[in-house]
T-cell receptor, first 114, second 109 residues
Framework: DTAVSQTPKYLVTQMGNDKSIKCEQN?????MYWYKQDSKKFLKIMFS???????INETVPNRFSPKSPDKAHLNLHINSLELGDSAVYFC?????????????FGSGTRLTVV | QKEVEQDPGPLSVPEGAIVSLNCTYS??????FMWYRQYSRKGPELLMY????GNKEDGRFTAQVDKSSKYISLFIRDSQPSDSATYLC?????????FGKGTSLLVTP
């Protein structure tokens, strides 16, 4: 299946832990993104990579670090997790930068920090 | 003030009704306007995409943009229970999409 796939789908962890979320797309897209959706359903851009190069780095804590080993993968590592990090994290990709042709989103990773 | 404003609802309508969903925005530089649909526990999926002012129709869906008023709308005709979802408007700014908060729609049989 052609898609954007994220793992894990659910992640429950304690405050202070370090965790990673992985994302892979097999659509041949050039640009990948991480979005955060809070409890009020608001989707906000965190990072964007175009051909492994970081092009968007919004105001997010330094504890969040994206890594793109190749064009098809964009992982998100989070250090020292806090309660406020609880949210659904969506990976997305688009065939060009700026998302003009629309994004394809993954199904999300629901992170709960306890 | 957020750049994109959208009434979160919830909006409940009977099957067959015409649904009107709306967003306002403040950044006059926005040129590309999109509507995404998000089912519960799923990622958003692109429904429609328009450029500049005017209407665009796709089956039961019509997207309308009025740049002079900074107002966009999505109309759903003959609404179905399967249309029950959250609808998010989105606009291009720089390299990313700016999303509204989404309107939750429930179509009851």
């Amino acid at each position: 299946d052609t898609a954007v796939s994220q793992t894990p789908k659910y992640l429950v962890t304690q405050m202070g832990n370090d965790k990673s979320i992985k994302c892979e797309q097999n659509l041949g897209h050039d640009t990948m993104y991480w979005y955060k959706q809070d409890s009020k359903k608001f989707l906000k851009i965190m990072f964007s990579y175009n051909n492994k190069e970081l092009i968007i780095n919004e105001t997010v804590p330094n504890r969040f670090s994206p890594k793109s080993p190749d064009k098809a993968h964009l992982n998100l590592h989070i250090n020292s997790l806090e309660l406020g990090d609880s949210a659904v994290y969506f990976c997305a990709s688009s065939p060009r930068d700026r998302g003009l042709w629309g994004y394809t989103f993954g199904s999300g990773t629901r992170l709960t920090v306890v | 003030q957020k750049e994109v404003e959208q009434d979160p609802g919830p909006l409940s309508v009977p099957e067959g009704a015409i649904v009107s969903l709306n967003c306002t925005y403040s950044n006059s530089a926005f040129q590309y306007f999109m509507w995404y649909r998000q089912y519960s526990r799923k990622g958003p999926e692109l429904l429609m995409y328009t450029y500049s002012s005017g209407n665009k129709e796709d089956g039961r869906f019509t997207a309308q943009v009025d740049k002079s008023s900074k107002y966009i709308s999505l109309f759903i005709r003959d609404s179905q229970p399967s249309d029950s979802a959250t609808y998010l408007c989105a606009m291009i700014s720089g390299y990313a999409l700016n999303f509204g908060k989404g309107t939750s729609l429930l179509v009851t049989p």
